[in-house]
């Protein structure tokens, strides 16, 4: 059975996350990415929060270079809503660079001067799998990533598909929350980890 770790950082949605993998009866924990690096197969980055104030964190407390070495090391991450934006090369959000395991960047819903927030149950296509399902999103900016053979999911957002969903290797990122998206959620989430 693996062993999953939420990371655990002074952001996010942490106690969603956990509430959603005891659901499913998984084996996880809420640790560093330190701590993650000799004990967990999967490290969860969770969501809701400011990016450039995450990579700082991340930075400063020397996460960052765990985070990559646990990938490096061939460990699953799973990034979710802001925590997959923090996967990417660059975001406007404090004009931050980001962590950079994903070529890409993060950019604000709408027009440039005029920040948007799509938040609500939104249609959300899989490019893998044919399918479309409803999960639960909350953001303001969206992932561009360069190689757009990594786009696992797209949902549209006032007319404008935007990517919702990357699968680069062992580094997976969903815009939206399926710890919070229900049934389908749960699904994809558990597909995520032991796939």
Not at 4 to 14: V, Y
């Amino acid at each position: 059975m693996k062993h999953i770790s939420i990371l655990n950082s002074p952001w996010g949605n942490k106690s969603s996350c956990a509430s959603a993998l005891k659901r499913l009866n998984l084996n996880y924990s809420i640790k560093t990415a330190k701590e993650a690096l000799s004990s967990s197969d999967v490290l969860i980055l969770p969501g809701v929060g400011n990016f450039k104030y995450a990579y700082n964190y991340l930075l400063d407390s020397y996460e960052l270079e765990s985070i990559c070495r646990f990938v490096e090391k061939g460990g699953k991450i799973i990034g979710i809503c802001l925590g997959m934006q923090l996967l990417f090369t660059h975001s406007d959000e404090g004009d931050s660079p980001g962590i950079n395991l994903i070529a890409g960047k993060v950019i604000m819903l709408g027009e440039s001067n005029k920040q948007v927030t799509n938040i609500g149950w939104n249609n959300t296509f899989s490019t893998t799998e044919n399918l479309n399902c409803k999960y639960y999103h909350t953001h303001s900016y969206h992932c561009v990533p360069f190689d757009r053979s990594i786009v696992s999911h797209e949902s549209e957002f006032k007319g404008t598909k935007i990517v919702s969903g990357v699968k680069k290797d062992n580094i997976i990122g969903f815009q939206f929350h399926p710890e919070i998206s229900s049934k389908n959620g749960l699904s994809l989430l558990k597909d995520a980890i032991l796939l």
